[in-house]
């Protein structure tokens, strides 16, 4: 369980911003919140579970505005660890406003903690209480520290140019498109902004859909 952190009733509600979107339809908003008595038991024992290593407490609900692959706004929600609630408001503030998108965004209870069936919704995720792929040791999804975006579009491809996901074929071989990760792109560099680690430029094995805080 994690400890309850001591915040002020508006500082846990809201800390993003509403922009203007240069070039774009709508307005960019975010919101940060705890996670509710109602969120906590959707996400047990699926997501979240006692041996853990982050608790509820230790996580945030962050709820920002993103244009789906049509061009239309829509509203998503990912849970992370409350330290980088912020800097994710701010990185999909910078998607928004480059127009990267996103084809859906919510909480992989969703998918009963499955990461397999989240991808092959092309789901948007991050906290996930899971192992790192192929490894003993804890995820930075299981911290609420690592981001799965466009998961269809960027694959975890392996050397050889294997994927798990049919969908996902077509993609790997990388070539700016849209919703995809390239380097120097406008989705590697929103992140880059924030200092995250990109999965992209993994030696041998590349997980084109991972951005961590932190690596890992």
Request: hydrophobic share 40%; net charge positive; proline share 6%.
């Amino acid at each position: 369980m994690g400890r309850m952190p001591v915040r002020t009733a508006s500082l846990i509600a809201l800390v993003a911003c509403t922009v203007a979107a240069p070039g774009a339809l709508g307005a960019y908003s975010a919101s940060i919140s705890a996670v509710t008595p109602a969120e906590r038991r959707a996400m047990t024992p699926s997501v979240w579970r006692t041996g853990c290593p982050v608790g509820p407490n230790d996580l945030r609900v962050v709820r920002v505005t993103f244009h789906d692959f049509t061009g239309a706004d829509r509203t998503g929600r990912i849970v992370v660890h409350e330290d980088v609630a912020a800097a994710v408001a701010r990185i999909f503030r910078g998607l928004y406003r480059d127009g990267v998108p996103i084809r859906r965004m919510e909480p992989i209870e969703a998918y009963r903690g499955s990461d397999f069936a989240s991808i092959e919704a092309d789901n948007t995720s991050a906290f996930n209480c899971r192992k790192a792929t192929g490894s003993g040791r804890w995820s930075n999804h299981a911290y609420g520290r690592a981001i799965d975006l466009n998961p269809i579009e960027n694959p975890w491809v392996e050397p050889g140019g294997v994927v798990y996901h049919r969908a996902s074929r077509p993609f790997v071989k990388r070539s700016p498109r849209p919703g995809v990760a390239v380097a120097g792109g406008a989705l590697v560099r929103a992140f880059d902004r924030e200092g995250w680690d990109w999965g992209g430029r993994w030696s041998g094995t590349k997980d084109y859909q991972h951005f961590s805080a932190g690596g890992g």
